[in-house]
């Protein structure tokens, strides 16, 4: 999970978001089962913005941008182990935060 703000304008922009997610899903070495959903939600809310959802044959990939602020919030939920440093890299390169905050957790099932 990667909680993010201080970002530059791709937040708000549909296709650097949807490049984002064929970049972060190459990098990371995922397999995208089907297209990504990237809707624009809550006009006029103070947290209107973009949500993604993507899935991925491990799971999916959900993130919020918020236009107002530029924040981002990047969840990647997989059972694949992937590099954690490319994943930042990715977000970085897009949305060039001020600030990054992550939580990496390793889940059981027993």
């Known amino acids: 999970m990667l909680d993010c703000s201080g970002c530059n304008s791709n937040v708000s922009d549909r296709d650097s978001i949807y490049n984002f997610n064929a970049e972060l899903i190459e990098r990371i070495d995922m397999v995208q089962a089907g297209e990504p959903i990237i809707t624009h939600l809550l006009p006029g809310d103070p947290k209107q913005g973009y949500s993604?959802?993507?899935?991925?044959?491990?799971?999916?990939i959900c993130a919020h941008f918020m236009d107002h602020g530029g924040t981002a919030y990047v969840d990647?939920?997989?059972?694949?182990?992937?590099?954690?440093?490319?994943?930042?890299?990715?977000?970085?390169?897009?949305?060039?935060?001020?600030?990054?905050?992550?939580?990496?957790?390793?889940?059981?099932?027993?």
């Not at 897009?94 to 099932?109: D, G, Q, T």
């Open 52 to 60: 993604l959802m993507q899935l991925i044959t491990t799971s999916n």
């Open 76 to 110: 990647i939920f997989s059972c694949k182990e992937f590099d954690i440093e490319e994943a930042k890299s990715v977000v970085s390169k897009y949305f060039e935060p001020a600030k990054m905050r992550v939580m990496y957790v390793i889940r059981h099932a027993d």
